[in-house]
Nanobody, 119 residues
Framework: QVQLVESGGGLVQPGGSLRLSCTAS????????MGWYRQTPGNQRELVAQ???????NYAESVKGRFTISRDNARNTVNLQMISLKPEDTAVYYC?????????????WGQGTQVTVSY
């Protein structure tokens, strides 16, 4: 069972920056997608950004140009650099790993980290 540990959330003023990190407990091999989702009270969890095995990235329209996802394979870590943060970015951010080892991917979630954008 892969464990995902997130860090880097916190309180930041509008226009500020934060960097989230997610480290997997073991080396991920084969085909996988690792990414970040976020959720606000009463709403469904939504995709923010993801990065696939060969480095292909995908971003939600609302964060394009402001957020950058990157991966450090040696440290089993994926990072989310967030700049020009807006109050509407406030949410609990969850790291997700999907491993495609069979017909149905195995999906793992981190515990979540709070990001609050406010004065």
């Amino acid at each position: 069972q892969v464990q995902l540990v997130e860090s880097g959330g916190g309180l930041v003023q509008p226009g500020g920056s934060l960097r989230l990190s997610c480290t997997a407990s073991e080396i991920i091999s084969g085909r996988y997608v690792m990414g970040w989702y976020r959720q606000t009270p009463g709403n469904q969890r939504e995709l923010v950004a993801q990065i696939a095995t060969f480095g292909i990235t995908n971003y939600a329209e609302s964060v394009k140009g402001r957020f950058t996802i990157s991966r450090d394979n040696a440290r089993n870590t994926v990072n989310l650099q967030m700049i020009s943060l807006k109050p509407e970015d406030t949410a609990v951010y969850y790291c997700n790993l999907k491993v495609f080892s069979g017909p149905v991917p195995d999906s793992y979630w981190g515990q979540g980290t709070q990001v609050t954008v406010s004065y």
